[in-house]
């Protein structure tokens, strides 16, 4: 049976993720414009940095709860990855749909507020209050959509056990 579109990008997102080298959590993203891809993106270090598995954690060392504090982690946001990607080889991602493994936080949502996306598909929620409020300010149309859990342990290699 042949995936939904929804289906068929989420699994790409998740695929994305696992190139993360974040210890905390591992993010995928993928800009979708009229079911082609434009532009991928995973969170870690800026290009040619030391990765997070091999210097640690910061927030992880100070015990910084999740959604907050981001000016202290040294990499990067998936969406934020799939935008400079984007951007770097001239794809245009005006009016295109980002689907992300997780719901932005607040600095990824103003990037793609400014970037001039028209939806976002996240499959698991994020805490971050104010990225919510702010995206629910935009013209931007914010959508859950998950995969089987056991679907997602699949594309990112752990096991059943």
Request: proline share 4%; charged share 25%.
């Amino acid at each position: 049976m042949r995936p939904s579109w929804d289906e068929y990008f989420m699994r790409m997102a998740y695929l994305a993720s696992t190139r993360s080298t974040c210890t905390r959590r591992k993010v995928g993203a993928v800009i979708v414009k009229d079911k082609r891809i434009l532009a991928t993106g995973y969170n870690g270090p800026p290009k040619g940095l030391a990765h997070c598995d091999v210097t640690g954690c910061i927030r992880e060392e100070l015990n910084v709860p999740s959604g907050e504090r981001h000016e202290l982690c040294r990499g990067l946001h998936a969406e934020q990855n799939a935008i400079i990607q984007a951007a770097v080889h001239g794809v245009s991602i005006k009016d295109a749909t980002i689907y992300v493994t997780n719901h932005p936080c607040v600095v990824c949502a103003k990037m793609l507020i400014n970037a001039e996306i028209k939806e976002i598909v996240y499959a698991e929620g994020y805490p971050d209050d104010l990225a919510k409020l702010i995206l629910l300010e935009s013209n931007i149309r914010v959508r859950q959509f998950s995969l089987p859990e056991d679907e997602v342990k699949k594309i990112v290699g752990e096991s059943n056990d």
